[in-house]
Structures are given as C-alpha cells and as structure tokens.
C-alpha cells in the first residue's frame, strides 16, 4: 500500500509523526493509500526551512521567477495524464473533468509568468518641489494554504503559484483525502528549478492547521473549505496577526426566466448541478423556476437526470462518478432522506443504484427534488452532492429575493433572453460570481476568484490581480537629492509646496 509523506527542503520526507490517515479509491470503495499526518513539529520544520529559502527567494528578480514559472507549466502540461489520473482515483471525478480542473490550476500558473508586469510600482515625479515619490509591492515571507478534498490540484494552485511568483515561500496543507498530487506538483516546480525550501507540502489534519495558526513567521494564510471551518481560520489566523483569505461553503442558485432558451437552461444547470457529482463549490444546487416555467423546467430535467450515466472516472462513458467517501457517501443521502422528511417532492431518487463491478464504490445517482421551500433545511444548508432543489418564484423580484436573503453568496446565473433582466441581476444581486447564461461563472485566472457574505471571510479574492495583492504588501517611498541647499529643522507637518 502507497504511503504518502511530506515535501520539505526539495524532498519527500517522513516527518516526526507516526499517524496517519486513510486513502480510499472512491470507484472500488478500497483503501489504496495511508497519508501521513504530520505534527506540530512537523509544520514548524517546514516553515523554518521556508523562512531560510525566502531571503534569497524574494532577492530573485521577477523575471527569473518568472522563468522558473515558465518550466513549471511545460512540465505540468507534459504530466497532465498522470497527475489527471492521480485526481480521479483518489478524488472520483470523471477523467475529462479532472482534466479541465488542471487546466483552471494550470492557467493560474500561466498568468503567474507574467509577475514582472503586475509587481510594477507606481511612481509621481515632484510630489513637492524636486520631491519624487512611489510605491511598490513587496513580497510577505511565508505563507501558507491550506486546501479542501473537491479540487485537489486546483485549489492549491489558485494559491502557491500566485504566491511563489511574488517572491513568497509557501507551505501547503492539502486534503487528507486527496493529497498524492500536490506532492507530485511540488516535485515537478522543484525540476523546473525552483530552489529547495520555496516550496513545501506538509500533509495532516487538524493537528498541522492548528500549528500554522499559530506559527509566528508564517505572515499570511489561505483557506478554502467549508464556511465553519473557514470562520475558524479568519478568526484564529487575525487573533496571531496574519493576513487572511478563507474562502467557504455554497448554495449557487441558478434563476430559470419563462423567456429564457429551455434547453440551454436544461443543459447548462445538468452539468452544474451534476458534474464532480456536485461536489463544486461553484455547482448550481438550486434552480428557481420562475412564472410558469417550472413543469416544463422539471420534467426535462427529470429526463435526463434519471438518463445520467454514472460509472468510474477511468470509464471514458462515465459521465458522473461516485462521491469522495462512505461518510459523505451517507451524509448525502441523509439529506435526501430529510428532504422527503421535510415535504419536498422527490422526483429523482439516487440513493438506490447499484453498480455492476463496483458494488463497494462510493456511488449516488442524481437526485432531483421539486416545491422545495425557503425555510427547508436541504434549502438552506449545503449538500455537497449531486442533488437538484427547484424552488417555485412568482417572479424576478422573489427570485432575486431569495438569493440575496440566503447566508451564502459565493456563485449564481441566470437564463434570460432579456438583456435588461440579465444586467439588473448582475447589478443586485448580493453574490460574488456571476454568470449570464453561464451555468458555472468560475473567473478565469486573470480576474480573481471569490464569494459574498458566508462563502469568504477576509477582503481579497484568489489569483488574479487580487491575489498579486494578497500576497505583497505596498511600500510608498518619498525621496529628495538636495544639493548644496540645507535646510532648517521643520516642526510642523510638512505640505508639499
Ligand atoms: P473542510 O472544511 O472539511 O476541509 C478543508 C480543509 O480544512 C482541509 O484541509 C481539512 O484538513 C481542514 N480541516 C477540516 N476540519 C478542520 C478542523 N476542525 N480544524 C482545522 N482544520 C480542519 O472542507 P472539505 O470537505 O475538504 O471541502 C468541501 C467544502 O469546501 C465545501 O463546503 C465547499 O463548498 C468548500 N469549497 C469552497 C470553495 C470556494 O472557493 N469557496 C472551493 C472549493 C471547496
């Protein structure tokens, strides 16, 4: 059986700490791994490595990171297959999808290439008389990311690239689910030259997350999990003064207008509630049929949904694979059961499926509930499965209602043929991402990732521009050269003349 270590100082290494965890394949229901959970110790060796690889690390001009990100992709595009592969056995998804999963983390680490133009200051020449004045953004020292089971190679990426190209060290804390290819990433920035102690895995549980809130000469944290354990990590990571990103849980409403393309909006909510087999934090788990759209709406829904061909990752036909674990294999089907508890109307039942060969998988079929009402607990909290709630809106102004009333606020879309329906939603409503026609509005790398009100606590976005932010801080210098000129003592605030 595999077992997965640590990457510290360039190497895989064991640590101090004899626990560890299990690694199932969520196809087979097989434990095929053990992970190691690391310590306390374990995490402080790492960030003292990472504190004596940031001295020489951020001297580097940008441009010479900039290289080294430059070899990183090649060799992530040359490995996309097995670390492809190493998604979908311990994660489940289906091969495609994990592959474009990749893709998103691999265009985070293209934009990275481009750090010497976003690291340019700004500058004023005479701020006063022959006074020059500009500001600049500095790297923090070390950082550290700490990542949730459902994008195992993405979510790290939204982070470590961004970080590393602004001169940062950074040490990782990924999924004790799905941990093998974030060692796999490292090991592949270290051939493309990255230097020893830049870049480094610790791999744990609760023990290794405590130990970075704590850690003093780790400056900045990013979180991406669920909301209370993301509430957790804002409040203990400020209390030890870091700066904080904690990006947490979802419930992405997807508002179907009586004008809108039906199959268009069909398609488009089947691949975002179902796809990963919901397990995104940008999936669409509630369709809000508005007007008289909602039988029609359900019954094509029904159609497919009960047509959705549910097999392994490996299997090219699969179209959605099993969840990531027994437990949340259950927990999932709880909530079904405590839909049709509540009163919803299940049109879809999942739970039953049975699959040839993989009897012992971790499998659920889509689940679709219909009537589905606001003060519902499958309405309010989040599933994490590949179960559907359409909910009932009289119209635009109840639907929008709806969205901007719920804790969460991370994704949301609308499929409307009204260009001014389209751009009054984008404009009210109280949700970070946005899509018009586009079931799952994940920003590209080059605008920056995030949610509203409980799906983000903290004031900066993933990659993109804001991440440049996150991870630097801003200098300002106001310089003067005077010659021959002396002055006298000035006590009183200085003004520029
Ligand atoms: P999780 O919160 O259980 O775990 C996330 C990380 O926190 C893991 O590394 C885990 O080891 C650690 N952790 C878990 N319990 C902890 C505790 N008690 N104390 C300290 N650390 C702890 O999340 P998950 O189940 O791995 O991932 C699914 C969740 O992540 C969903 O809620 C999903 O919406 C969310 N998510 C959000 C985004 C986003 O961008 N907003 C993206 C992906 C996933």
């Known amino acids: 059986m595999k077992l997965i270590e640590h990457f510290v100082n360039g190497k895989i290494t064991s640590g101090k700490s004899n626990r560890t965890g299990k690694i199932f394949n969520p196809a087979t229901g097989s434990q095929e791994g053990e992970v190691k959970l690391g310590s306390k110790e374990d995490l402080n060796t790492a960030v003292e490595v990472a504190k004596k690889a940031f001295n020489e690390w951020s001297a580097k001009p940008p441009i010479a990171r900039a290289r080294i990100i430059f070899k990183y992709k090649e060799l992530i595009e040359k490995h996309s297959d097995e670390i492809t592969k190493m998604i979908v056995s311990e994660h489940g998804k289906v091969y495609e999808d994990a592959k474009g999963s990749l893709t998103r983390g ?10 010497p133009q976003m690291l340019k200051g700004e500058f004023t020449e005479n ?3 022959n006074i020059d004045s500009w500001s600049m953004r500095q790297p923090l020292g070390v950082c550290a990311g700490i990542t949730p089971f459902n994008f195992p190679a993405m979510v790290p990426m939204w982070m470590f690239p961004m970080a590393i190209a602004c001169g940062n060290t950074f040490v990782l804390k990924p999924s004790e689910k799905d941990p093998s290819c974030s060692l796999r990433l490292a090991e592949l920035f270290r051939e493309a030259g990255l230097p020893d102690g830049v870049f480094n895995v610790v791999n744990g549980d609760k023990e290794v997350v405590d130990a970075i809130l704590t850690n003093k000469d780790i400056q900045a944290v990013s979180f991406v999990g669920s909301t209370p354990i993301a509430k957790y990590i804002y409040e203990n990571a400020a209390k030890n003064e870091k700066r904080v990103q904690a990006l947490g849980g979802a419930k992405n409403h997807c508002v179907v207008m009586p004008d809108c393309d039906l199959d268009q909006a ?5 691949g975002a509630a179902y796809g990963s087999a919901g397990e995104r934090c940008m999936a669409q788990s509630v369709a809000v049929a508005v007007g008289n759209i909602g039988d029609k709406l359900v019954a094509s829904l029904a ?6 061909k549910i097999g392994p990752g490996l299997d090219k036909t699969s ?7 027994k437990e949340h294999l259950e927990k999932v089907k709880g909530y079904v059961d405590l839909g049709v508890k509540e009163g919803a109307k299940l049109v879809v039942d999942g739970r ?9 998988g971790f499998y659920i079929g889509g689940c679709l509930f219909d009537h589905v009402k606001k003060d519902m607990r499958i309405y309010k909290e989040e599933i994490f499965g590949p179960v559907l709630s359409v909910v009932r809106a009289r119209d635009f102004e109840e639907a929008t209602q709806l969205i901007n009333d719920h804790e969460y606020g991370n994704g949301t879309s609308i499929y409307t043929r009204d260009g001014d329906v389209g751009r009054t939603f984008a404009n009210k409503i ?7 026609n586009i079931p799952i509005p994940v920003p590209v790398a080059f605008h920056s990732f995030g949610g509203w009100k409980r799906s983000l606590f903290g004031d900066q976005h993933m990659h993109g521009p804001e991440g440049v932010r996150f991870y630097t801080k801003l200098k300002t210098v106001t310089s003067r050269w005077p010659s021959g000129v002396r002055s006298n003592p000035e006590f009183i605030m200085p003004t520029m003349k």
Do not use: D, S
């Open 319 to 325: 179209e959605m694979g099993p969840l990531v674990t």
């Open 266 to 270: 069909v398609n488009g909510l089947m």
């Open 352 to 360: 039953n499926i049975k699959m040839q060969g993989y009897e012992n």
């Open 106 to 115: 691999l265009e985070v680490v293209e934009f990275a290439c481009g750090i």
């Open 303 to 308: 159609k497919k949904v009960e047509a959705l």
């Open 430 to 436: 109280k949700v970070g991402m946005v899509g018009i």
């Open 127 to 129: 701020v006063g008389t």
